[in-house]
């Protein structure tokens, strides 16, 4: 796995990539500056229907904080866009609010269709 996230927000603090916490949650921070979380809650559901991610949390994390371009959801959300290999990309959909956002769900696709018909808005 190659880090591609500069900044992540630890027990309150941005951090550099490549320390590690025990115990603490660690939050991308998205393009926007919004720290966004993903409780283990959500990974476990995340993982009842999209088995094919298990083990790739760290990559959903990092996809919020450095994605290829970010697309507008149908309901104020947002996906952050990846491609993980030649023609198959990593999708994570969050939600921003003022101060925190969280993430939603994350899937694999091979469907370019499936978000390039959605508004980019980044970069």
């Given at each position: 796995?190659?880090?591609?996230?500069?900044?992540?927000y630890?027990?309150g603090?941005?951090?550099?990539?490549?320390?590690?916490?025990?115990?603490?949650?660690?939050?991308?921070?998205?393009?926007?500056?919004?720290?966004?979380?993903?409780?283990?809650?959500?990974?476990?559901?995340?993982?009842?229907?999209h088995?094919?991610?298990?083990?790739?949390?760290?990559?959903?994390?990092?996809?919020?904080?450095?994605?290829?371009?970010?697309?507008?959801?149908?309901?104020?959300?947002?996906?952050?866009?990846?491609?993980?290999?030649?023609?198959?990309?990593?999708?994570?959909?969050?939600?921003?609010?003022?101060?925190?956002?969280?993430i939603?769900?994350?899937?694999?696709?091979?469907?370019a269709?499936?978000?390039?018909?959605?508004?980019?808005?980044?970069?």
């Open positions: 796995m190659v880090c591609r996230a500069n900044f992540w630890v027990a603090k941005y951090v550099t990539w490549g320390r590690r916490f025990a115990g603490v949650e660690i939050r991308p921070i998205s393009k926007n500056g919004v720290p966004i979380r993903l409780p283990d809650e959500r990974w476990a559901h995340i993982m009842e229907e088995g094919e991610l298990s083990g790739m949390r760290q990559e959903v994390l990092e996809t919020i904080a450095e994605p290829e371009r970010i697309m507008a959801g149908g309901a104020g959300e947002l996906l952050a866009v990846w491609e993980i290999e030649a023609g198959k990309w990593l999708i994570a959909v969050y939600r921003e609010l003022e101060t925190d956002g969280f939603i769900t994350a899937f694999l696709t091979c469907r269709r499936s978000f390039e018909k959605r508004k980019q808005v980044w970069p």
